[in-house]
């Protein structure tokens, strides 16, 4: 289900109503966090700018789940954001956004990250990756 159409601009909107796609602000900050999963960064040692550090005891929840999930994650690609959504709660925006495996396409599992609006754009804290 497509909220938005190819090439126009997703915004974030403070709506505790109803679930909303992922802005188009945030996006190339989720990939930048997958990718260092992908490279099994799960600290994020290599900073992603507009991320908060992941806790040590976080991290490690992160890499037994994906280890125990048994698939490959993969880049994420733009049909993740059809599918992915937030919705606002009074002090942030709570976040699901679908992952991608080699072995299945999309996946059942999740990253659950909290939002907040920081100078001048927004702080992503990655919560966990899951299976919903």
Same mark, same amino acid.
């Given at each position: 289900?497509?909220h $938005?159409?190819?090439? =126009?601009?997703?915004?974030?909107? &403070?709506?505790?109503?109803?679930?909303? +796609? /992922? @802005?188009?602000a945030?996006?190339?900050?989720?990939?930048d966090?997958v990718? $260092?999963?992908?490279? =099994?960064?799960?600290?994020?040692? &290599?900073?992603?700018?507009?991320?908060? +550090? /992941? @806790?040590?005891?976080?991290?490690?929840?992160?890499?037994?789940?994906?280890?125990?999930?048994?698939?490959?994650?993969?880049?994420?690609?733009?049909?993740?954001?059809?599918?992915?959504?937030?919705?606002?709660?009074?002090?942030?925006?709570d976040?699901?956004?679908?992952?991608?495996?080699?072995?299945?396409?999309?996946?059942?599992?999740?990253?659950?990250?909290?939002?907040?609006?920081?100078?001048?754009?927004?702080?992503i804290?990655?919560h966990?990756?899951?299976?919903?």
């Open positions: 289900m497509s $938005a159409s190819p090439g =126009s601009e997703v915004l974030a909107v &403070k709506d505790e109503s109803a679930e909303r +796609p /992922i @802005p188009t945030w996006r190339q900050t989720f990939r966090i990718e $260092a999963f992908i490279a =099994s960064d799960y600290r994020l040692e &290599k900073a992603v700018p507009g991320v908060a +550090p /992941i @806790p040590v005891d976080t991290a490690e929840q992160i890499r037994d789940y994906l280890d125990g999930y048994g698939a490959t994650l993969v880049t994420l690609p733009e049909e993740t954001w059809s599918s992915s959504v937030c919705i606002w709660f009074g002090e942030y925006w976040t699901l956004v679908d992952l991608w495996t080699v072995e299945e396409g999309r996946s059942d599992l999740v990253l659950h990250a909290k939002v907040t609006d920081s100078d001048g754009g927004f702080t804290q990655v966990l990756v899951y299976v919903p």
